[in-house]
């Protein structure tokens, strides 16, 4: 079966972390771009993180850079997001989605409700006392 699979979400406290991960079955991770999305209720999805298949080049939005790093570990056809120093406002569901290497990784993120090849079904994070 064909399908991304995310995992690692739960509930933490503020300032706590978490390591998300995206695993793929039914076809190799290595030559697509990853791009986790995450959605917070009322409010449209938006681009958390993307990682480039050829050279490993990152992208972050504002409100995550210094605090979330996306890799990738090709043997184990996962892309991990490494979340720390969480707060209230990074609550969502947090999907992941694999697309050809027609897009760069800058305007992947940027293109949150465009129609890739593969996306999991969200894991959900929520950061609360």
């Known amino acids: 079966q064909v399908q991304l699979v995310e995992s690692g979400g739960g509930l933490v406290q503020p300032g706590g972390s978490l390591r998300l991960s995206c695993k793929a079955s039914g076809f190799t991770l290595e030559t697509y771009n990853i791009g986790w999305f995450r959605q917070a209720p009322g409010k449209e999805r938006e681009g958390v993180s993307c990682?480039?298949?050829?050279?490993?080049?990152?992208v972050y939005t504002d409100s995550v850079k210094g605090r979330f790093t996306i890799s990738r570990d090709n043997a184990k056809n996962t892309v991990y997001l490494q979340m720390n120093s969480l707060t209230a406002e990074d609550t969502a569901v947090y999907y992941c989605?694999?697309?050809?290497?027609?897009?760069?990784?800058?305007?992947?993120?940027?293109?949150?409700?465009?129609?890739?090849?593969?996306w999991g079904q969200g894991t959900q994070v929520t950061v609360s006392s």
């Open positions: 989605a694999a697309a050809g290497q027609y897009i760069a990784v800058q305007a992947m993120c940027i293109l949150p409700q465009y129609d890739y090849e593969y």
């Open positions: 990682i480039s298949s050829s050279d490993g080049d990152t």
